[in-house]
């Protein structure tokens, strides 16, 4: 008798001794997801701050109106906004849809068993970056424009100065 209820109690044993392996696999495959995700959004952030930095540095220049003397001047500074279009056509292709893609992928990834679940902890602050990043690209877009159109002032007026 003594013998039968020791072999229930060690079997019992050893059925949770084979739970808690299970749940401590779980964790231990949940923290290696975690630290994956973690470090995708730091990568996402990075990204973002490069992009943030470019912006910053772009709308100055757009912001900015060099001294016209003359057609010369004004073709120069024409073929400069040129080279921009170029420059934010290939940083949107490179780096801005970069930017969303790994905003989507991190938004999809979770982890969920029945021991457990990890999902990204700030969705809103990832969403956040590709916003601003939308809207500055939108502001980049209107300064351009702007920009463009003084630039195309400016060399007609030095056309007509030289005309006369």
């Known amino acids: 008798m003594r013998e039968k209820t020791m072999g229930e109690q060690l ?11 299970r749940v401590l696999d779980d964790h231990l495959k949940r ?10 959004d730091q990568h996402h952030a990075k990204l973002y701050g490069q992009l943030e930095a470019w912006i910053k540095v772009k709308e100055e220049y757009l912001k900015d109106r060099p001294k016209i003397d003359c057609i010369a001047d004004a073709k120069k500074q024409l073929a400069i906004g040129e080279t921009f279009d170029k420059e934010k ?3 949107t292709d490179a780096t801005v849809f970069a930017l969303e893609r790994q905003s ?11 021991y457990s679940n990890f999902h990204l902890e700030n969705p809103e602050e990832v969403q956040s970056r590709v916003t601003k990043v939308n809207q ?5 877009d209107k300064l351009r424009e702007v920009q463009k ?7 007609a007026l030095e056309e007509e100065k030289e005309r006369l």
Do not use: N
Request: proline share 0%; aromatic share 6%; no cysteine.
């Open 136 to 140: 500055a690209w939108l502001e980049l």
């Open 31 to 40: 923290e290696i997801f975690a630290a994956e995700v973690r470090q995708m």
């Open 89 to 91: 056509a290939a940083t």
């Open 149 to 155: 159109g003084d630039l195309e002032k400016s060399l």
């Open 104 to 114: 989507t992928e991190l938004m999809s990834k979770k982890y969920e068993t029945k």
């Open 11 to 21: 079997h019992s044993l050893m059925m949770l001794a084979e739970e808690k392996a």
